[in-house]
């Protein structure tokens, strides 16, 4: 209200109309309930026949128009919405809190009632699964949705429900509790006990840090509406009934359209990669695996073999787990004759996979004129020949030349 007084213009509204809606937003009347009090409330008390009175504090005791310093007011109230509820709760002299209040455009006074419900014990896995579950896949317009029953399989045709994430909060909110309210009585028309959904949190992962520059997936992640989701419809989850199974995300959208988009297409049914992915959630819930068993691989090594149609138990060790390779063999193993084996490899019949039979010996650091010569000698002496007299003259001055450099150092 204060920031429209700055901008009457674009509100609409002239100074006496944003005066007027200012003093009523500010004028209420508002108590807290207690249990054991008289119809669950002693400043604002309401009966079932719908008689409004309010007890007055002691500076105005001489308004008050019936006993015990209360004002009875002339109009009735009746509640159309849970209004066996409240007959229930008031009668039992249980806490109500009641607030009254102006409504402007429609030139109304209303009486709100509101209470707290006890908690309701948690239902057990086995028996939220026991009649199937409806798997939910939220996404930044809508929520995909299908009923699977208790192998896994998907029954019937998938729902999708939208809603509209812009404009004001107060237009959000109630476009996630209408797509809610829909949501759920389209549960409890499948007979089931359970919904299923994703555990999404994108605190830590809308941030520049993490994406750059990605401005719109920024902002789609952040319009996605994970907290006020999971608390509004487990609470009204818990009106109808119905309990809500939070499962891992992972890998569900990827993994759905992988196994479960195309053989779920029909030439009547078009199926979307957000209906598969529902799919996934619910047997995540269900306690399934997601993945179908691949065929193994054909002996031509060709992409052929496609999935199989036969699902693994669920006690079947390792159906989530991928295939293990076999062992490798060397390229030179051949099948061996003897039973036991032996820790040899077998020759290569190859020249380049042949060992070498040289000798490889490292030279002296230090190759001077006379290891040379020595290195000579013994080479001519093996074939039987002499050495020249002109080498001996080349040591000989190369012998003198290096006398002479250390002498002049």
């Keep these: 209200m204060l920031n429209r007084r700055h901008h009457l213009d674009e509100a609409g509204l002239t100074v006496e109309e944003w005066r007027e809606r200012w003093e ?23 009966t079932p026949e719908g008689e409004v009175s309010i007890r007055l504090p002691s500076p105005l005791a001489e308004l008050a128009n019936a006993p015990h310093g209360r004002y009875v007011l002339t109009a009735r109230a009746t509640f159309a919405h849970r209004g066996t509820e409240w007959a229930d709760r008031v009668e039992a002299d249980r806490a109500v809190a009641y607030r ?9 006074w209303y009486l709100t009632a509101s209470w707290q419900r006890r908690p309701v014990p948690p239902l057990p896995l086995e028996a939220a699964r026991a009649r199937g579950i409806i798997g939910v896949d939220t996404n930044a317009d809508h929520f995909a949705a299908w009923h699977l029953d208790a192998s896994g399989n998907p029954v019937a045709d998938p729902k999708r429900f939208d809603y509209d994430l812009t404009g004001s909060a107060s237009h959000r909110d109630a476009q996630v509790r209408h797509a809610i309210t829909r949501l759920l009585h389209w549960a409890a028309s499948r007979d089931v006990a359970a919904i299923a959904i994703e555990d999404l949190n994108f605190d830590t992962d809308k941030t520049r840090e993490k994406h750059g520059r990605r401005k719109k997936f920024r902002q789609l992640i952040s319009g996605f509406p994970t907290g006020r989701l999971k608390a509004r419809l487990t609470s009204m989850a818990a009106e109808h009934g119905l309990a809500i199974v939070a499962v891992d995300p992972a890998y569900t959208s990827r993994w759905g359209a992988q196994h479960w988009r195309e053989p779920m297409c029909t030439p009547a049914r078009e199926v979307s990669r957000h209906d598969a992915a529902s799919i ?24 052929r073999a496609g999935h199989r149609t036969v699902q693994a138990e669920p006690d079947t060790p390792g159906r989530e787990e991928p295939r293990r390779p076999g062992p490798e063999r060397a390229h030179d193993a051949r099948p061996r004759t003897r039973t036991h084996r032996t820790r040899a490899t077998s020759a290569s019949s190859t020249v380049r996979d042949a060992r070498s039979a040289r000798r490889w010996v490292q030279d002296p650091l230090l190759d001077t004129v006379q290891e040379r010569f020595r290195s000579v000698a013994g080479n001519q002496s093996q074939r039987g020949g002499s050495i020249p007299m002109s080498w001996f003259a080349a040591i000989r001055r190369s ?4 006398s002479r450099r250390m002498s002049a150092r």
């Design 24 to 46: 009523a937003g500010r004028s209420f009347l508002a108590a807290d309930g207690e249990s054991g009090k008289r119809l669950g409330n002693e400043t604002i008390r309401l």
């Design 100 to 108: 009254i209040h102006h409504d402007v455009d429609r030139g109304r």
């Design 280 to 303: 996934a959630v619910g047997r995540r819930a269900l306690g399934h695996p997601i993945r179908r068993r691949t065929a193994p691989p054909p002996h031509d090594r060709s992409d």
């Design 399 to 402: 012998s003198l030349i290096s």
